[in-house]
């Protein structure tokens, strides 16, 4: 497996038009833009930061993953991304070394990324998503 890079830092937020003052008007980042993904119940808005991304988080649901973070552990970090050579590849070798996976094959991510999480009980709590772009 390669990994090329933190690709991005996905922050759950109540209300993306609420919270992104601070990184666009404390921290100067620009916002490029919101974009639904419906299948997982999440607005995203991605702030780029050099070669990576800032990525909020807004549930479009109640039962949606990311209100159901929220409700549980309150607004903050909610998932590392590491941009890979070969999603599927990835899978397959971390698989193969015990490692338990959310997401057995790639799945439709923002910006038309394929996207796939590793169980946090296998990271030490930190919900880690591989992406390939």
Same mark, same amino acid.
């Given at each position: 497996?390669?990994?090329?890079?933190?690709?991005?830092?996905?922050?759950?937020?109540?209300?993306?038009?609420?919270?992104? %003052? !601070?990184?666009?008007?404390?921290?100067?980042? %620009? *916002?490029?833009?919101?974009?639904?993904?419906?299948?997982?119940?999440?607005?995203?808005? !991605?702030?780029?930061?050099?070669?990576?991304?800032?990525? *909020?988080?807004?549930?479009?649901?109640?039962?949606?993953?990311?209100?159901?973070?929220?409700?549980?552990?309150?607004?903050?970090?909610?998932?590392?991304? !590491?941009?890979?050579? %070969?999603?599927?590849?990835?899978?397959?070798?971390?698989?193969?070394?015990?490692?338990?996976?959310?997401?057995?094959?790639?799945?439709?991510?923002?910006?038309?990324?394929?996207?796939?999480?590793?169980?946090?009980?296998?990271?030490?709590?930190?919900?880690?998503?591989?992406?390939?772009?």
């Amino acid at each position: 497996m390669k990994i090329l890079k933190i690709d991005h830092l996905g922050i759950a937020v109540s209300s993306i038009d609420e919270k992104k %003052n !601070f990184w666009t008007d404390a921290l100067g980042l %620009n *916002l490029e833009g919101t974009e639904t993904v419906e299948e997982q119940k999440v607005t995203t808005a !991605f702030l780029p930061v050099g070669e990576s991304e800032v990525e *909020l988080l807004e549930s479009t649901s109640k039962d949606g993953p990311i209100a159901k973070y929220i409700e549980k552990r309150g607004e903050g970090i909610q998932h590392v991304a !590491f941009r890979v050579e %070969n999603i599927e590849q990835a899978l397959s070798e971390l698989k193969e070394k015990g490692i338990a996976l959310i997401d057995q094959t790639p799945r439709k991510g923002a910006g038309g990324a394929k996207i796939a999480f590793l169980h946090p009980k296998a990271t030490s709590g930190v919900l880690v998503e591989l992406c390939e772009r």
